[in-house]
């Protein structure tokens, strides 16, 4: 099982990137996006559930609501992070991660069994 995470860069405040973890070996119905800044702890951004079919559920930490979107292709095994109207807090190394159908929707890094490499966000003032 991999996760393949790209599209970070460098971008100015009110930019926006869209990120992609692309799914190998396995599909998951609990995926979610972390990130974490230096000398930070990894914190929640994002996660979906699948439901089957076209039902999907999706959570958002306060910080990211209204500007960051997640979504996921099944056809592919890729989940995205649309993120616009960014600003230099978000600076991070975003990490794609999956568990099991239990962990939906969870906070908790601790709760994700299969990581990414992690790609570099950098949001310039």
């Known amino acids: 099982v991999q996760l393949q995470a790209s599209g970070g860069g460098l971008v100015q405040a009110g930019g926006s990137l869209r990120l992609s973890c692309a799914a190998s070996?396995?599909?998951?119905?609990?995926t979610a996006w972390l990130r974490q800044a230096p000398g930070e702890d990894r914190d929640f951004v994002a996660a979906i559930r699948w439901s089957g079919g076209s039902v999907y559920y999706t959570y958002y930490a306060d910080s990211v609501k209204g500007r960051f979107t997640i979504s996921r292709d099944n056809a592919k095994n890729t989940m995205y992070l649309q993120m616009n109207n960014l600003k230099p807090e978000d600076t991070a190394v975003y990490y794609c991660a999956a568990g099991s159908p239990t962990v939906a929707g969870s906070r908790s890094s601790a709760d994700y069994a299969y990581w990414g490499q992690g790609t570099q966000v950098t949001v310039s003032s």
């Open positions: 070996g396995r599909t998951f119905s609990s």
